[in-house]
């Protein structure tokens, strides 16, 4: 099973909402990752974490705030976003070293 | 200068082509090489991996890394109108956690 599953699937908000993204997966992988993908461009790496610790953040806008409550589960909160962050969210998980595997991603629009 | 390089396409090849799909880097420190798969509004599909150089076959694709040139491909044989997609690249190194950087995609559609 190479599942990683992300809700919801679409979510459109204004500029003074707060809202969350949410992936899981039980594939035991103690990595997990969030990505931003906009239209016609490759996905972008935004958090890692790693054993549930933040590893990586790539020089992201707080706006967005990650969150790993265990290690199946990664969160990403969603706080005064603009109309530029409307785009494809991807989640995705990994073993220690090889192959990420996506989930089909939330599709953001921000008003 | 990217550290991943991949022609954007589109490639427009049919039904039966043999597609080859290429991508430079820069990086010595990329270990690790995926092929993903992604259809317009999905997520990306892991199509294949390697480590190190070499070949791996799977079916109808062949991945190639040759890393002394630092150039890595992917074949499709008997390629299919479902293979039309975008196919991306993505060679990766550890660093806290597996540090994977997309080549731009190549967009291929198989006419049938």
């Known amino acids: 099973d190479t599942e990683v599953t992300q809700t919801p699937k679409h979510l459109v908000m204004g500029m003074t909402n707060k809202k969350s993204l949410k992936c899981e997966q039980h594939m035991g992988h103690r990595a997990m990752y969030w990505y931003k993908q906009k239209a016609k461009k490759p996905p972008e790496l935004m958090f890692v974490?790693?054993?549930?610790?933040?590893?990586i953040n790539e020089s992201v806008p707080s706006r967005f705030s990650p969150e790993c409550p265990n290690s199946s589960l990664l969160n990403l909160h969603l706080h005064a976003l603009q109309p530029e962050d409307s785009a494809l969210y991807l989640c995705?998980?990994?073993?220690?070293?090889?192959?990420?595997?996506f989930g089909e991603g939330s599709r953001l629009t921000v008003l | 200068q990217k550290e991943v390089e991949q022609d954007p396409g589109p490639l427009s090849v049919p039904e039966g082509a043999i597609v080859s799909l290429n991508c430079t880097y820069s990086n010595s420190a990329f270990q690790y090489f995926m092929w993903y798969r992604q259809y317009s509004r999905k997520g990306p599909e892991l199509l294949m991996y390697?480590?190190?150089?070499g070949n791996k076959e799977d079916g109808r694709f062949t991945a190639q890394v040759d890393k002394s040139s630092k150039y890595i491909s992917l074949f499709i044989r008997d390629s299919q109108p479902s293979d039309s997609a975008t196919y991306l690249c993505?060679?990766?190194?550890?660093?806290?956690?597996?540090?994977?950087?997309f080549g731009a995609g190549t967009i291929l559609r198989v006419k049938s």
């Open positions: 993505a060679p990766a190194y550890m660093e806290y956690g597996n540090k994977l950087v």
């Open positions: 995705a998980s990994s073993r220690g070293t090889g192959e990420l595997f």
């Open positions: 390697t480590y190190s150089s």
């Open positions: 974490y790693s054993y549930e610790k933040l590893s």
